[in-house]
Nanobody, 126 residues
């Protein structure tokens, strides 16, 4: 069983930046794709970004494309989400998740991911 622990959330002003981290343990991290999702109050959990097992392919939601960057360090069993030019609509609890395999087919979906972290709150104030 894999354990995921997110960190790096907080309160930031519009236009600011945050870097989220997700540390994984309990399974061979480098064998699996990783993803970030978010859930705002009253809304469904939505896809944000994903990265394949070797980091060569990434995928982003249109709403964050050009502002967010997902990366991973397989030696450190950690995946990151660099968030720049944050806006109020980015306010949500952010979750990392392990893929069910080393990559996904088509557009990443929640069903392509299995284990989830506990989430970290990101609040963007205007």
């Amino acid at each position: 069983q894999v354990q995921l622990v997110e960190s790096g959330g907080g309160l930031v002003q519009t236009g600011g930046s945050l870097r989220l981290s997700c540390a994984a343990s309990g399974r061979t991290f480098s064998n699996y794709a990783m993803g970030w999702f978010r859930q705002a109050p009253g809304k469904d959990r939505e896809f944000v970004a994903a990265i394949t097992w070797n980091g060569r392919i990434t995928n982003y939601a249109d709403s964050v494309k050009g502002r967010f960057t997902i990366s991973r360090d397989n030696a450190e069993n950690t995946v990151y989400l660099q968030m720049n030019r944050l806006i109020a609509e980015d306010t949500a609890v952010y979750y990392c998740a392990t893929g069910t395999g080393p990559f996904w087919v088509g557009a990443p979906r929640k069903s392509d991911f299995g284990s989830w972290g506990q989430g970290t709150q990101v609040t963007v104030s205007s």
